[in-house]
């Protein structure tokens, strides 16, 4: 009974330390699911199990971030208050499409995509490095709508490097920053984990005994990256941002190629 009080306390440590850097990393560029779920994994915690928990601590951790950057004025909700119910929707189009398609197709396009992201953005040396956002019309937000509904699906669907396609299409389709580009895309993100965080809360898949200590730590890790984020700005997010969206990629490579 004391060696398994031992062994449940070393895998909170395991799970907390790790949810805080996967918070921190994933607060000023994405991908922080990479460190959080393996995290889990690696504690002996079953897949289905390990999702669910691991979809509770970031949504948490999400929000939290969210906040942050509202806060400090780096989210443009003149545009995002138009995503935000798109995205809802499409994750939970691809929350349900997930019984119906195969997934194999989507595996090797995101491969292209996540890979294209990265590279394309690590050779484009002024790519979001200053905002030129030049306001908002009815055509750009119809392009935002649509691409939150696309991203919204994808996250409910697959989920692997929503966040860096989120940065990317902000700077790409409307000239936004490294930092208000990953501001925008925190709030986003929140709004589809929203949709799958429900369908495991529903089906009793969240195991709460780590999720609430995990969600904790990744709340103070996501603090510590937005505020890095607000300070250092993308001089510090957009080589975070590349070597995290190449990841994503690796990791598909390992997974599914």
């Known amino acids: 009974m004391l060696e398994m009080r031992y062994q449940d306390l070393f895998n909170l440590v395991i799970i907390c330390s790790l949810g805080f850097l996967a918070a921190m990393v994933d607060a000023i560029a994405g991908g922080g699911g990479l460190i959080s779920l393996p995290a889990l994994l690696m504690v002996g915690i079953p897949p289905h199990l390990a999702l669910g928990t691991n979809k509770f601590a970031a949504s948490v951790a999400s929000f939290n971030s969210s906040l942050t950057f509202a806060r400090s004025g780096k989210v443009h909700f003149p545009l995002v208050k138009w995503q935000i119910p798109f995205t809802l929707l499409g994750a939970f189009l691809g929350a349900w499409a997930v019984l119906k398609v195969s997934s194999e197709f989507l595996n090797k396009a995101v491969l292209f995509l996540i890979l294209f992201v990265g590279v394309y953005t690590l050779f484009r040396k002024n790519l979001g490095m200053k905002n030129t956002f030049k306001g908002l019309n009815s055509s750009r937000i119809v392009v935002g709508c649509l691409f939150a509904l ?22 790409a389709f ?24 429900l369908f495991f809360a529903w089906n009793g898949k969240i195991i709460y005994q780590y999720g609430i200590p995990m969600a ?3 709340i103070l890790g996501s603090y510590v990256g937005t505020r890095l984020a607000i300070r250092r700005g993308a001089v510090l997010v957009k080589p975070l941002f590349v070597i995290m969206s190449l990841l994503v990629a690796a990791k598909i490579i390992y997974q599914y190629v």
């Open 150 to 171: 696309i991203l919204g699906f994808y996250d409910g669907f697959f989920g692997p490097g929503t966040g860096s396609f989120l940065i990317f299409s902000f700077i």
């Open 174 to 197: 409307f000239g936004f920053d490294f930092v208000i580009a990953s501001a925008n895309s925190k709030v986003l993100n929140f709004s589809s984990n929203i949709a799958s965080l």
């Open 216 to 218: 904790l730590f990744m």
